[in-house]
């Protein structure tokens, strides 16, 4: 008996806060990055990600940040985890996992989450859950290709 599991729900994400910073696993559709697609089959392989990481991971480290006032905060620590498909041949990625750490952010002034990625559907969301455990602050909240960016708490 097999099982398969991903390190996030398709399109989710967390946000969990502490005094250094803030900890982000978002999983994002691998539609996102199909200029890393060679050989234009509309679907990304494991050789595909591995050929186009280097793109991969600068797209990704523009199309997500944090921003306090004019400040853009970047992650850091960034690492990609190709996810594939449950329902296909093992060989195509469906999600990629985006795993790093925004650094010296201060949750009560003013502080935004950014994510530019939603994947080829017209209608693709991304939903957010931030955490700030110690200080007992939640908030859930849904970015879309119109509204990318939300105020954190």
């Known amino acids: 008996m097999s099982a398969n599991a991903h390190l996030m729900v398709a399109e989710r994400g967390t946000?969990?806060?502490?005094?250094?910073?803030?900890?982000?696993?978002?999983?994002?559709s691998a539609s996102n990055f199909l200029a890393a697609d060679t050989d234009k089959d509309r679907h990304l392989s494991?050789?595909?990600?591995?050929?186009?990481?280097?793109a991969i991971f600068k797209q990704v480290l523009a199309g997500i940040y944090m921003q306090?006032?004019?400040?853009?905060?970047?992650?850091?620590?960034?690492m990609l985890s190709p996810q594939a498909s449950h329902h296909g041949n093992g060989?195509?990625?469906?999600?990629?996992?985006?795993?790093?750490?925004f650094?010296?952010?201060?949750?009560?002034k003013n502080l935004s989450f950014h994510n530019v990625f939603y994947g080829d559907k017209a209608h693709s969301?991304?939903?957010?859950?931030?955490?700030?455990?110690?200080?007992g602050l939640k908030k859930?909240?849904?970015?879309?290709?119109?509204?990318?960016?939300e105020r954190v708490f």
Request: net charge negative; proline share 0%.
């Open 15 to 28: 946000l969990n806060f502490d005094e250094t910073g803030v900890y982000t696993v978002i999983s994002l």
């Open 46 to 54: 494991f050789t595909e990600f591995k050929q186009g990481k280097e």
């Open 68 to 78: 306090q006032g004019e400040q853009i905060q970047y992650l850091e620590g960034l």
């Open 91 to 101: 060989r195509e990625i469906d999600q990629i996992i985006v795993m790093g750490k």
């Open 103 to 108: 650094m010296n952010v201060d949750h009560t």
């Open 125 to 135: 969301s991304v939903e957010i859950t931030a955490k700030y455990k110690r200080l």
């Open 140 to 149: 859930a909240f849904v970015l879309t290709s119109k509204k990318q960016g």
